[in-house]
């Protein structure tokens, strides 16, 4: 009861987040909405990759709040705890891997579509960075790995698959920001499409029966 109750204030303050009408400090609000999807998960622990999950989550949340504060490094420092995220998920994902002949052709399409666009973009872009081209890289290679990873694991395709995919459509729309002049609408879809991937992903790794002796993380 209590962890539904939690996930419901969590979707309650990412709905209205965007909207600049809670009465609390605008930070904490934004670190609140994932930061609480942690809380759940911590509720609901019964095996270790759930504990990876909790680590992921507030790792997330850390890094909402540091892109919300207007410093010159707070954009970098975000990458980072965004890639330490990503790392956890990698982690979980691939001890719950399916085994070779169990991943589907359509799965490594979708993995290598996602590796062929970045390289692409990536190709297109890279004289256009200016700043941090490091960190970038580093991060791309970390949401993809972390995307990947999710297309092979067990769990649903529909959650972590989806989930994944959205939170790279997510960071994209904050990249093409950074380097072009887009319609301001398409901005609003950032926080929609983050939170959406972080709930989805979360979904998918706790409604599924946890394996008794997962894969190594060999």
């Known amino acids: 009861m209590l962890g539904q109750i939690v996930l419901v204030i969590s979707v309650f303050v990412a709905i209205l987040y965007p909207f600049g009408i809670l009465p609390f400090n605008p930070i904490l609000v934004k670190g609140s909405a994932v930061g609480l999807l942690a809380i759940y998960a911590l509720l609901r622990v019964s095996s270790f990759d759930h504990l990876l999950l909790v680590i992921a989550l507030l790792a997330g949340a850390v890094g909402d709040m540091q892109l919300e504060i207007q410093l010159p490094d707070a954009f970098v420092s975000g990458l ?3 890639l330490v995220g990503h790392i956890f998920y990698i982690i979980i994902f691939w001890r719950n891997r399916l085994d070779a002949f169990e991943v589907s052709r359509s799965r490594m399409n979708v993995a290598s579509l996602l590796w062929v666009a970045a390289a692409v973009g990536t190709i297109w872009l890279w004289p256009s960075i200016v700043d941090g081209k490091f960190h970038l890289a580093a991060y791309a290679i970390g949401i993809l790995g972390m995307a990947t990873a999710a297309l092979i694991s067990r769990y649903p395709l529909k959650l972590v698959g989806t989930g994944a995919i959205l939170f790279i459509a997510s960071d994209a729309l904050i990249g093409a920001d950074l380097l072009f002049l887009i319609q301001d609408w398409v901005m609003y879809l950032v926080w929609p499409t983050y939170y959406l991937a972080q ?10 029966p946890v394996k008794k002796i997962p894969h190594s993380l060999y």
């Open 80 to 82: 980072k705890n965004f």
């Open 199 to 208: 709930i989805l992903i979360t979904a998918g790794i706790l409604l599924t």
